[in-house]
């Protein structure tokens, strides 16, 4: 045993190394046990609702896509400045910093909810194919709003590596989520009864989460965010109105993602048609959230890192992480390929039409091997870069979904998706290395 910790020791070798692997351990523990209860409940609900689920992925997609056409992504704005203004000390900016973004959310928050308000019965009639759902769009609408806030409160428990009161918030989070569930389905409420179950969740979520980085604050800070100056931000607003700029641009890449797929094949097809490929897309997703804790956990910590000493030490972490990372994606697919076409039909037969697509999208975790790249390149600087590859990948993803979509359904859907991260390591993971490999470059902010 002494051997294999000296071993793990010298491996691991820097700081930032040995707490990536603290924090991402954290997470993925929890997230081990979030999966497994959310996939509990994935059966329950798709078993209870049949071809209901896709009406609700239309509903959801829908309102998602228009909150990221209004949106102002935050999240990598305060961590990559919370970090830099901690490591010089500036308490002023840092502050006001937090105090710009929650305000800047309540803003987009307000216009989201106006904008679905609008549009809810145009919006049932085109994807829904009935004039009569309005309200269901109206509702997911609500649960956006009372998310105000979650992102920038994640962002400063990740910069503070409380990762333990965050991986303690998914899993409570996800437990309520299936009891409530449970009971919704009980009560036959349906999709209206889920969407109300997340309002009720995503406001428990957002406020448990706002005492805990408020307790944070207030221990490391003698000021108070909303009590704090904007006019500190005075000589930096310029740049960091830029990558605010660059972040929300990045929204179409968002949109592209996180909606646009579903409402394609929507459009095209019948609810059923989505229901397949979203239950392809969701076996997907249980196997990339098993890397979204290593995610989560490096992008500030690449951060923190390159602000305090510039590119060397990434260069180390990131050689190390590459091999792992690559490992990981082929561990994926080799499962996926080996057991997907027989185990799926024979435990869930349910899910058998939807293999063919599943082993399509399972492609799409081919980012994991560059899951550093975003990180770095927005704490050199080069935020507006990443958002122009970023930007290129939607635009590609797009034209494949209109094209490929009307031709062959959810194949042609899930083939178009997968471009998107085709294009997006050919354009962003070389990036990434170039900046790595000039040894003159300064730190962020030097």
Not at 115 to 132: G, H, M, Q, T, Y
Request: hydrophobic share 60%.
């Amino acid at each position: 045993m002494d051997v294999i910790r000296l071993r793990l020791s010298a491996w691991l070798g820097s700081s930032a190394m040995t707490r990536l692997v603290k924090n991402t351990s954290l997470l993925l523990s929890a997230e081990v046990l979030v999966s497994a209860i959310g996939f509990a409940r994935f059966l329950l609900i798709t078993h209870a609702l049949d071809d209901d689920y896709g009406v609700w992925m239309l509903v959801s997609s829908a309102v998602a896509v228009i909150s990221q056409i209004i949106a102002v992504r935050l999240w990598e704005t305060v961590i990559k400045y919370v970090s830099e203004f901690m490591v010089v000390g500036d308490e002023a900016r840092l502050l006001a910093l937090i105090k710009l973004c929650l305000l800047i959310d309540l803003v987009v928050a307000i216009l989201v909810f106006v904008a679905v308000a609008i549009s809810a019965n145009w919006l049932s009639l085109v994807f829904l194919k009935r004039p009569d759902l309005g309200a269901l769009f109206l509702a997911e609408a609500v649960r956006i709003c009372v998310k105000t806030g979650l992102s920038v409160w994640v962002a400063l428990l990740r910069v503070f590596d409380r990762f333990k009161w965050l991986s303690l918030n998914n899993v409570l989070t996800s437990a309520a989520w299936f009891v409530l569930s449970l009971v919704v389905l009980e009560l036959g409420l349906g999709v209206a009864g889920l969407i109300v179950a997340g309002v009720i969740i995503n406001a428990a979520q957002t406020i448990m989460l706002l005492v805990l980085a408020g307790r944070e604050l207030r221990t490391r800070f003698r000021g108070h965010w909303l009590t704090a100056n904007l006019s500190a931000l005075r000589g930096r607003g310029r740049e960091i109105g830029g990558m605010l700029f660059s972040m929300n641009v990045d929204s179409f890449r968002k949109i592209i993602l996180n909606g646009a797929d579903t409402l394609v094949l929507g459009y095209f097809y019948t609810a059923a048609e989505v229901t397949v490929y979203e239950y392809a897309m969701q076996l997907t997703a249980y196997l990339a959230r098993l890397t979204q804790p290593i995610y989560d956990s490096l992008y500030p910590e690449v951060t923190r890192v390159y602000a305090a000493e510039g590119p060397a030490p990434v260069r180390v972490l990131v050689r190390k992480l590459t091999i792992g990372l690559t490992v990981i994606f082929g561990g994926l697919l080799a499962g996926t390929y080996l057991f997907s076409w027989w185990l799926i039909p024979l435990i869930f037969p349910k899910y058998a039409p939807a293999i063919p697509i599943f082993s399509i999208t399972v492609l799409t975790n081919l980012w994991i091997i560059g899951l550093w790249a975003p990180s770095l390149m927005v704490a050199a600087g080069r935020a507006r870069q990443f958002t122009v590859y970023n930007t290129i990948s939607a635009l590609v993803m797009l034209i494949m979904l209109l094209v490929l979509t009307p031709l062959w359904g959810s194949v042609g859907t899930a083939i178009a998706t997968v471009s998107y991260y085709v294009v997006w390591m050919l354009t962003v993971y070389p990036a990434a290395l170039k900046i790595l490999a000039r040894p003159s470059a300064g730190a962020a902010g030097v």
